[in-house]
């Protein structure tokens, strides 16, 4: 493990003048994706409720399977040369940067051999998804099949960047290509899971699907639907349904 970094890439680079993620962003109606409820106190109260979960859930979580995590470092780190986390520059609430952690699945030049293989997409709009990606290391594979890739997202639950529950968060190029209305599923905090990751994932090749099925978690949210994706995604995870 000696001469292995931890993380992967340069920091999450700022929003500022002339960034035209923030122009976008702000010219997006969030309000237009939140159901009339949102304005009551029963929303804001839920909402707390639901940040409290993320903070005991995920603080939790870390601690619980911190072994498991040293663990996937270690392979990580045997399996191939390259840094063990990927750091994961994306878009959180209403368009704001951050920048998350994934245990690393590809080998380090990833990005630069991703051009080669656009022609191979597998799905119909914005995102990238293959079946078989060559740039996929031997345990990234192991990871994926089980989602264990997204384990250092707890983190990002704790610190606030992320939710347990919620639209899957896109990179700024993602975002900047999506269609006006897809943008809004932003108008809440990105989770971990959603309600796409349990109805398909990867067998949803649709992003426009991906995104109706985003707004419609927005509209529809309470506590009750948090629950119910949370137990169906441990279900999907077993299975390792539409996982690649």
């Not at 191939?80 to 209403?94: A, F, H, M, N, Q």
């Not at 707004?215 to 539409?242: K, M």
Request: with cysteine; charged share 25%; hydrophobic share 45%.
């Amino acid at each position: 493990m000696a001469g292995t970094s931890v993380v992967a890439g340069e920091g999450a680079g700022r929003a500022g003048s002339g960034d035209p993620v923030a122009a976008v962003a702000a010219g997006v109606d969030w309000g237009s994706a939140l159901p009339e409820r949102s304005a009551g106190l029963r929303w804001r109260v839920g909402h707390a409720a639901k940040r409290t979960v993320d903070v005991v859930g995920s603080a939790v979580g870390i601690v619980v399977l911190s072994p498991v995590l040293v663990l996937i470092a270690a392979a990580v780190a045997l399996d191939s040369p390259g840094p063990i986390l990927y750091e994961w520059r994306v878009l959180g609430y209403r368009g704001r940067r951050f920048t998350g952690f994934k245990f690393r699945t590809m080998v380090p030049d990833a990005e630069d051999r991703k051009r080669d293989l656009l022609h191979l997409n597998e799905m119909d709009g914005p995102v990238f998804k293959i079946r078989d990606d060559p740039r996929v290391t031997g345990v990234g594979k192991f990871l994926r099949r089980y989602s264990l890739d997204e384990l250092p997202q707890l983190w990002s639950v704790l610190i606030g960047d992320m939710s347990l529950v919620g639209p899957r968060p896109p990179s700024p190029e993602e975002f900047l290509a999506f269609e006006p209305w897809q943008r809004l599923k932003l108008a809440v905090t990105p989770g971990i899971t959603c309600l796409w990751q349990v109805s398909g994932r990867s067998e949803i090749t649709s992003f426009s699907e991906w995104a109706e099925l985003d707004l419609e978690y927005i509209r529809s949210w309470n506590l009750w639907l948090d629950l119910v994706i949370l137990l169906r995604t441990a279900f999907v995870v077993v299975r390792a349904r539409g996982a690649y």
